[in-house]
C-alpha cells in the first residue's frame, strides 16, 4: 500500500494532500512513512519544508536522510539545482531510502517535485523514478482555470509509461473559480481512476482537515486489501 503523489503543476497542493493521504491512513491503524525523494530548496540546516512536513505526519521515527535523500539549495527544477550544488540525483540512492522506509511502514506515501515528468538528469526523470519503484499514482490537481488540460496530459502521461493510476483528487486553488463543478465533473467523466476527494478552498491550510475529505477506499483495489486491514 505504498503511493506516488504527483501534480498537475508546481504548487497544486501536493505535499498538502500527501500529509492528508498519511493522517487518513494513521486513522486506520497503520504505520505510514512519508518521502519526499527529491526536493530544490532548503533552509540553513539543508532540511526542505515540504521534507520536514512529511515527516511530521508520519508515525514513525525515520532519518531526514531516508526522507529526503536528495535536497538541493536553490529552488529551481531538481536537475538543475543538483548540476548548481555540483551534484547528480542518483535514483538508485533514492531507492534505497524507499526499501528502508518501505521496510518499516504499512504505508509510505512519495510525494515527487514538480510535475510527472520533471527532469532528475541528464538521462531521467520522474516518471522513470516512479517506474522503477513500482508505485500507483494519485494525481493531485489544482482546481484553477487550466486544470482539465493539465489533468488530461498527465493522464495521458502515466498511461504511456505504464503506470498504474490509482485516483486523483480536486484540490480548490481558487476560492471563486468559476463552474468548480462542472470542471471537476468534466474531469471525473474523462479520467479512468477515481476521484479521491474534492478538497475545499483553505486560506490555512490544514492536512488534518483535509484528510477527512479524502476517501481511501478505492485505494484498495489498487493495493488488492483493504485500509483497515
Same mark, same amino acid.
Given at each position: 500500500?505504498?503511493?506516488?503523489?504527483?501534480?498537475?503543476?508546481?504548487?497544486?497542493?501536493?505535499?498538502?494532500?500527501?500529509?492528508?493521504?498519511?493522517?487518513?491512513?494513521?486513522?486506520?491503524?497503520?504505520?505510514?512513512?512519508?518521502?519526499? &525523494?527529491?526536493?530544490?530548496?532548503?533552509?540553513?540546516?539543508?532540511?526542505?519544508?515540504?521534507?520536514? *512536513?512529511?515527516?511530521?505526519?508520519?508515525? @514513525?521515527?525515520?532519518?531526514?536522510?531516508?526522507?529526503? %535523500?536528495?535536497?538541493?539549495?536553490? +529552488?529551481?527544477? &531538481?536537475?538543475?539545482?543538483?548540476?548548481?550544488?555540483?551534484?547528480?540525483?542518483?535514483?538508485? =540512492?533514492?531507492?534505497?531510502?524507499?526499501?528502508?522506509?518501505?521496510?518499516?511502514?504499512?504505508?509510505?506515501? #512519495?510525494?515527487?517535485?514538480?510535475?510527472?515528468?520533471? +527532469?532528475?538528469?541528464?538521462?531521467?526523470?520522474?516518471?522513470?523514478?516512479?517506474?522503477?519503484?513500482?508505485? %500507483?499514482?494519485?494525481?493531485? #490537481?489544482?482546481?484553477?482555470?487550466?486544470? @482539465?488540460?493539465?489533468?488530461?496530459?498527465?493522464?495521458?502521461?502515466?498511461?504511456?509509461?505504464?503506470?498504474?493510476?490509482?485516483?486523483?483528487?480536486?484540490? #480548490?486553488?481558487?476560492?471563486?473559480?468559476?463552474?468548480? =463543478?462542472?470542471?471537476?465533473?468534466?474531469?471525473?467523466?474523462?479520467?479512468?481512476? %477515481?476521484?479521491?476527494?474534492?478538497?475545499?478552498?483553505?486560506?490555512? +491550510?490544514?492536512?488534518?482537515?483535509?484528510?477527512?475529505?479524502?476517501? @481511501?477506499? +478505492?485505494?484498495?483495489?489498487?493495493?488488492? *486489501?483493504? &485500509?483497515? *486491514?
Amino acid at each position: 500500500m505504498n503511493y506516488f503523489v504527483t501534480g498537475t503543476d508546481t504548487g497544486v497542493g501536493k505535499t498538502l494532500i500527501s500529509c492528508a493521504l498519511l493522517h487518513a491512513f494513521a486513522a486506520q491503524g497503520l504505520r505510514v512513512a512519508g518521502m519526499k &525523494p527529491v526536493a530544490a530548496g532548503c533552509d540553513e540546516d539543508e532540511h526542505n519544508e515540504d521534507a520536514n *512536513k512529511l515527516r511530521a505526519a508520519s508515525n @514513525i521515527m525515520a532519518s531526514y536522510g531516508q526522507v529526503n %535523500p536528495c535536497c538541493f539549495p536553490y +529552488p529551481v527544477a &531538481p536537475h538543475i539545482a543538483a548540476r548548481n550544488a555540483g551534484a547528480r540525483i542518483d535514483l538508485s =540512492r533514492i531507492l534505497t531510502s524507499y526499501h528502508e522506509l518501505a521496510s518499516q511502514a504499512d504505508v509510505v506515501v #512519495v510525494e515527487g517535485v514538480g510535475g510527472f515528468m520533471v +527532469p532528475l538528469n541528464e538521462r531521467q526523470d520522474s516518471a522513470d523514478l516512479v517506474r522503477q519503484m513500482e508505485l %500507483p499514482v494519485i494525481l493531485v #490537481v489544482g482546481m484553477r482555470l487550466g486544470c @482539465i488540460n493539465h489533468a488530461l496530459l498527465t493522464a495521458e502521461a502515466i498511461a504511456a509509461r505504464g503506470v498504474k493510476f490509482a485516483g486523483w483528487v480536486a484540490n #480548490v486553488l481558487d476560492a471563486n473559480m468559476a463552474v468548480l =463543478r462542472d470542471n471537476i465533473a468534466a474531469l471525473e467523466q474523462r479520467l479512468t481512476a %477515481p476521484l479521491l476527494g474534492v478538497v475545499g478552498y483553505q486560506a490555512q +491550510p490544514d492536512a488534518r482537515v483535509m484528510a477527512m475529505q479524502l476517501n @481511501i477506499e +478505492p485505494l484498495s483495489t489498487v493495493a488488492g *486489501k483493504s &485500509p483497515d *486491514k
